[in-house]
């Protein structure tokens, strides 16, 4: 039964009591059987059809939190722009705890499927790639150190030059 009633359940009326129900108990003494655990229920791998059938599309490579909040995570990247930041409205969120990466829009990593390469596009300050701050356009190759406030993200391609999802299609 849930906490709370819509209004018009109240509009019509006071609502019906459920009656008491009654609850078995053993008689002090008895023994109690113990009921069997049951094994948790193995679901199926998921398949390379439900990756492709994502709303946000396959996965093209992801960014891996190497070091700062969230650390071991993995992040993937999708077709198109990948906008990094905390806030819900980001594809790539970074919501682990960092203040100092910036709520909507951060930097991006944008994978055109035309060239088959992937871009980083710093669009805030305080993003830094391989040790150095960046404010252009840079191609990533693969193996880059991506750092937004305390939080550092490897990038790891998957597609590119010798592979992309749209082959297969």
């Not at 790539?92 to 951060?106: C, E, H, K, T």
């Not at 252009?136 to 391609?157: C, H, I, K, N």
Request: charged share 25%; hydrophobic share 40%.
């Amino acid at each position: 039964m849930p906490l709370y009633r819509s209004l018009d359940k109240i509009a019509a009326g006071p609502a019906k009591v459920e009656p008491t129900r009654l609850v078995a108990r053993p008689a002090p003494g008895a023994k109690v059987r113990s009921r069997a655990v049951r094994a948790p229920e193995r679901t199926q791998p998921a398949s390379i059809e439900a990756f492709i059938k994502d709303p946000l599309g396959p996965v093209v490579g992801w960014l891996a939190v190497i070091s700062g909040p969230g650390c071991g995570q993995v992040l993937g990247l999708h077709y198109g722009v990948n906008d990094i930041g905390r806030g819900a409205k980001a594809r790539v969120r970074l919501d682990f705890g960092d203040p100092f990466i910036a709520l909507d829009n951060q930097a991006a990593i944008i994978y055109t499927a035309r060239s088959r390469r992937f871009y980083l596009q710093s669009i805030a300050s305080e993003t830094w790639l391989n040790e150095r701050p960046t404010q252009d356009s840079v191609e990533l190759a693969g193996g880059e150190v991506l750092q937004l406030g305390q939080t550092r993200l490897r990038f790891v391609p998957l597609c590119g030059t010798d592979f992309d999802w749209r082959d297969n299609a």
